[in-house]
């Protein structure tokens, strides 16, 4: 995709003087309507050493409003952000809807580099760039924007714009490095802009030999791009016929067709027990097992990435406290997930989720997750069907990223019998230390249980990977559930390390 131009493109000063001020107007005006819209717009800065691009980010921060633009310049990475899956330093830095953030380098500049310093073999990188498309895809499928503009230089021009930068004192330590091996470079980024060029976020190559001419054409490509998507905010919504639409639609007087009873919870068997003496003696052997295994774990900088999912009165906070009474408190993390916020609603699904991940050697412990998407938000219509769909991927991809630097991932289903949830209940109602726990929408969710089962059944179907296993736990009894949850993570951490 990169060619040399035959011939620089150049803009005068007189016809930019020009331009100029119709292309600011313009561009604020979209910008402040940018604001009211429920998507976020991503500018990827990236090209040639040399092209402009920091000149470039500096110019569009100039033409638009500083309080809903952020830049991100990504070189490095830091101690903090080594010790984390890849991506994490790049969702923490993804606008939210109405804002819009420009990222001077990318997800593309380490594939690139080390694939043209030979550190990354053809079919890593091929699978690198794989990564990159689906990951764009994740985000344009909830509605975020990306323009992506390559900043392009000949070698000649190259050559002189180093010389200049050299001179004023700008350049970078590894600036006439990467010139030696500027074939090798335009052929790699040719390859991995040709590979990750689709259709919703496609590539914009602009010849940077002009600073003028790189000016106008990146602003006048941001206007079309944002105006061009403001526009498609403005036309009317079509109604998306849900599930809830269906079924009100079915005549009252047809009794409701059968539904299918889950294959994969009824194979839990719920009579499994442990007597006190039992309970006790198995808990404290696990949780001794396991406090080593803590500490082995954070000198091997091995993360644990716990997820808890289960019935209302399963047991999940219980569980919970006793795999944490085995482990230092400087070594974990609980992390409790309820309804979004207002600014977790304005990302994407996954993004408070990867925040909360842990540093090397450390644990984060999820009571609920990222699994809500395809459970709750399905069964009360949250979400469209196209959105928990295409959720099973993912959630897939996600949960790969972060078992890849070797970290253990590991998931329960803390499952419990419709009868053994309604006893608990009433305990809750008259227990007056419990009663907090009781509330109508768990009464309301009790009367979801099919539907539920139904989506925890295509849950653990479409996720349970090697890397990534469901533990579906016996919970009717509290002692036996707590000790398998202590003693699964305890296996699991043994065969990781």
Same mark, same amino acid.
């Given at each position: 995709?990169?060619? &040399? ?71 490095? &990475? ?32 380490? &594939? ?15 699978? !690198? ?18 323009? =992506? ?17 050299? =001179? ?62 403001? =526009? ?20 009252? !007087? ?91 609603? !304005? ?55 972060? !078992? ?6 590991? =998931? ?86």
């Amino acid at each position: 995709m990169l060619k &040399p131009a035959a011939s620089a493109r150049k803009v005068s000063p007189a016809r930019y003087d020009d331009a100029l001020p119709k292309l600011r107007t313009n561009l604020l005006n979209a910008h402040f309507r940018l604001r009211e819209q429920k998507f976020p717009l991503i500018i990827i800065v990236s090209g040639a050493d040399g092209a402009g691009k920091g000149e470039l980010v500096q110019r569009l921060n100039e033409w638009l409003d500083p309080r809903g633009v952020k830049t991100h310049a990504f070189w490095n &990475p830091s101690d903090e952000e080594r010790e984390r899956p890849e991506y994490w330093r790049f969702w923490r830095a993804l606008p939210p809807a109405g804002r819009m953030g420009i990222l001077f380098g990318s997800w593309y500049t380490e &594939p690139i580099i080390k694939r043209v310093m030979h550190k990354l073999k053809g079919r890593r990188f091929e699978t !690198a760039l794989d990564r990159i498309v689906a990951f764009e895809k994740m985000l344009t499928d909830e509605g975020a924007v990306i323009l =992506k503009l390559w900043l392009h230089l000949p070698k000649p021009a190259q050559k002189t714009r180093l010389k200049k930068m050299e =001179k004023e004192g700008r350049i970078a330590p590894d600036d006439w490095k990467h010139y030696k091996l500027y074939d090798r470079f335009t052929k790699v980024s040719g390859q991995a802009l040709a590979h990750t060029d689709t259709a919703t976020a496609p590539w914009h190559i602009i010849d940077a030999s002009d600073r003028r001419h790189r000016e106008l054409t990146a602003g006048r490509l941001l206007l079309n791009t944002l105006q061009a998507r403001l =526009k498609l905010a403005a036309l009317p919504k079509v109604k998306t016929v849900t599930a809830a639409d269906l079924v009100a639609a079915v005549p009252t !007087a047809k009794a409701a067709p059968a539904r299918k009873v889950s294959s994969v919870l009824g194979k839990v068997d719920l009579t499994q027990k442990l007597t006190a003496v039992e309970y006790e003696k198995q808990l404290a052997h696990e949780q001794v097992r396991l406090s080593k295994l803590a500490w082995a774990a954070y000198e091997k900088k091995r993360s644990m990435i716990l997820v808890f999912e289960g019935w209302d009165a399963g047991g999940k906070g219980s569980a919970i406290r006793r795999l944490t009474q085995a482990m230092d408190p400087r070594l974990y993390n609980v992390v409790g997930i309820a309804a979004p916020t207002d600014e977790e609603r !304005a990302q994407h699904y996954l993004w408070r989720f990867w925040r909360h991940l842990p540093r090397a050697g450390m644990s984060t412990i999820f009571d609920r997750s990222w699994y809500g998407r395809v459970l709750v938000e399905r069964v009360e219509h949250f979400a469209t069907p196209a959105q928990w769909g295409r959720a099973y991927g993912e959630i897939a991809e996600f949960e790969a990223q972060l !078992a890849e630097p070797g970290n253990m991932v590991h =998931k329960f289903w803390i499952h419990i019998s419709p009868e053994e949830q309604l006893r608990r209940f009433k305990e809750r109602q008259t227990v007056a230390y419990k009663q907090y726990k009781i509330t109508d929408e768990d009464w309301r969710n009790r009367e979801k249980w099919p539907d539920y089962a139904l989506a925890v059944d295509e849950m653990v179907e479409q996720t349970d990977v090697p890397t990534a296993p469901w533990t579906l736990v016996a919970g009717n009894d509290k002692k036996f559930a707590r000790v398998q949850i202590v003693r699964t993570i305890a296996q699991r951490l043994e065969e990781t390390l």
